[in-house]
Antibody, heavy 121, light 105 residues
Framework: EVQLVESGGGLVQPGGSLRLSCAASGFTFSSYNMNWVRQAPGKSLEWLSYISTDSNTIFYADSVKGRFTISRDNAKNSLYLQMNSLRDEDTAVYYC??????????????WGQGSLVTVSS | EVVMTQSPGTLSLSPGERATLSCRASRYISSDLAWYQQRLGQPPRLLIYGASTRATGLPDRFSGSASGTEFTLTISSLQSEDSAVYFCQQYHYWWTFGQGTKVEV
């Protein structure tokens, strides 16, 4: 069974930093591209970042470019999101999501339970 | 950015009734459209991809269709467990989501 488990969320002051982790199991993590997606309270979903299997291709949404850094460790079956210069509007549940296999344009076929990040003074 | 617009905002129906959810893309996205179900307090779950292909294990009362930049998710006979918010997502130009349709059964 595919499992994605996020951790590292919490309360942080504006301007602060947090590092989210996503532990993957039940599939060959190194064979899948991965993403981070967030959902502000009561809002829709916002894609944040994509990383390829070998970390050579990385994309960011404009809203987080220059502040957030995605990375992965295939030996540890883990995905990360380093979040710096956090703002009130970054308050959200953060999900890691697996990019579907089998082509260049695919949906996100598995999601973690999410990790809540609250940015507040 | 491709803007995805969903309608209606909320759909209140009785068990056994048919639900029709719409999603419109602001530009051509081929059939690179997915539907997700999000129950309260849960992560999104992939239902449909390629506009009309059901995810593994999805009951056949869920179906998707497309006409140009208009996409439809149909739930043929609603059950109580279908109460959720449904999001569409395009994955043709980056990845963007609609604002969601809440289905109350």
């Amino acid at each position: 069974e595919v499992q994605l488990v996020e951790s590292g969320g919490g309360l942080v002051q504006p301007g602060g930093s947090l590092r989210l982790s996503c532990a993957a199991s039940g599939f060959t993590f190194s064979s899948y591209n991965m993403n981070w997606v967030r959902q502000a309270p009561g809002k829709s979903l916002e894609w944040l970042s994509y990383i390829s299997t070998d970390s050579n291709t990385i994309f960011y949404a404009d809203s987080v470019k220059g502040r957030f850094t995605i990375s992965r460790d295939n030996a540890k079956n883990s995905l990360y999101l380093q979040m710096n210069s956090l703002r009130d509007e970054d308050t959200a549940v953060y999900y890691c999501a697996r990019y579907g296999a089998g082509g260049t344009q695919r949906p996100f076929d598995s999601w973690g339970q999410g990790s809540l990040v609250t940015v507040s003074s | 950015e491709v803007v995805m617009t969903q309608s209606p905002g909320t759909l209140s129906l009785s068990p056994g009734e048919r639900a029709t959810l719409s999603c419109r893309a602001s530009r051509y996205i081929s059939s690179d459209l997915a539907w997700y179900q999000q129950r309260l307090g849960q992560p999104p779950r992939l239902l449909i991809y390629g506009a009309s292909t059901r995810a593994t294990g999805l009951p056949d009362r869920f179906s998707g269709s497309a006409s140009g930049t208009e996409f439809t998710l149909t739930i043929s006979s609603l059950q109580s467990e279908d109460s959720a918010v449904y999001f569409c997502q395009q994955y043709h130009y980056w990845w963007t989501f609609g604002q969601g349709t809440k289905v109350e059964v």
